[in-house]
């Protein structure tokens, strides 16, 4: 009687571990099929990996600032936006999703992961701060009806915290788009200057001051800072369609 009743419950936990870890996996798969539907822009089954629900939210935070967005209709009109302006599927990197931390009790789940992006050719000689980027998640996950969906996300970007490498280059440039976004290109003009004097050898600060020039209508030096910066990096596509246009107005 002792032995059959030790059985039993060493059956009992065999099954509750086996069903929480088929729940795991199940979660990731959701995880997973959210990044895929978004990677290559397909809105419908993007929003069918949400739960519709008025208290959905997503947050991001690096040190360039934060967004929160909150309500199913704004999460909502948030990802119609971006599909519409970016409609191409993303093959210039390979994503990846690991270091898997979930917790359910069946109907709710909290799942803790690293998204981590990696270009998908090897620039580094060209632009050596665009290696893989590592962000940390933290969704929600509720079932309905026998489907798990996302109800709230947060994503951290613990790498924009690195003071060292091209930090100072990427902080300034931060800051000259920001200029840009308020209308304030005389003063994103200079903040580009010098971050093209602190960084001569990087072609995307020419790029950017090459974007300003063009925003307050100086086609002369405009052109002559895509130029510079095609010079320094040949794959600079955006920067040779932008320089075609300049030189036929």
């Known amino acids: 009687m002792r032995k059959s009743t030790i059985l039993y419950t060493l059956l009992l936990f065999g099954l509750i571990a086996y069903g929480q870890s088929g729940e795991e996996e199940n979660v990731k798969k959701a995880i997973l099929a959210?990044?895929?539907?978004?990677?290559?822009?397909?809105?419908?089954a993007l929003l069918a990996t949400w739960h519709h629900d008025p208290q959905v939210s997503t947050t991001f935070f690096g040190k360039g600032g934060y967004s929160i967005v909150k309500s199913w209709d704004s999460v909502k009109a948030t990802m119609e936006t971006d599909i519409r302006q970016n409609p191409k599927p993303d093959n210039t990197t390979s994503f990846k999703l690991d270091h898997f931390l979930v917790r359910?009790?069946?109907?709710?789940?909290?799942?803790?992961?690293?998204?981590?992006?990696?270009?998908?050719?090897d620039e580094s000689s060209i632009f050596p701060y665009m290696g893989a980027i590592t962000n940390r998640c933290h969704d929600v996950l509720i079932k309905e009806n026998g489907q798990w969906k996302t109800h709230s996300r947060i994503v951290t970007a613990p790498q924009t915290y690195n003071v060292?490498?091209?930090?100072?280059?990427?902080?300034?440039?931060?800051?000259?788009?920001?200029?840009?976004?308020?209308?304030?290109?005389?003063?994103a003009i200079e903040v580009f200057k010098l971050n093209?004097?602190?960084?001569?050898?990087?072609?995307?600060?020419?790029?950017?001051?090459?974007?300003?020039y063009a925003a307050d209508g100086n086609k002369k030096d405009a052109i002559t800072n895509y130029e510079k910066s095609i010079q320094l990096n040949p794959k600079n596509q955006n920067g040779k369609d932008l320089l075609v246009k300049l030189k036929q107005k």
């Open 34 to 44: 959210r990044s895929d539907a978004n990677r290559s822009r397909n809105l419908e």
């Open 104 to 121: 359910s009790d069946g109907n709710l789940a909290i799942a803790d992961y690293d998204a981590i992006i990696t270009p998908a050719s």
């Open 164 to 187: 060292g490498g091209h930090a100072a280059e990427v902080d300034l440039n931060l800051a000259g788009y920001d200029l840009l976004a308020a209308n304030r290109i005389k003063e």
């Open 196 to 212: 093209v004097k602190l960084h001569p050898d990087s072609w995307n600060v020419y790029d950017s001051l090459g974007e300003a």
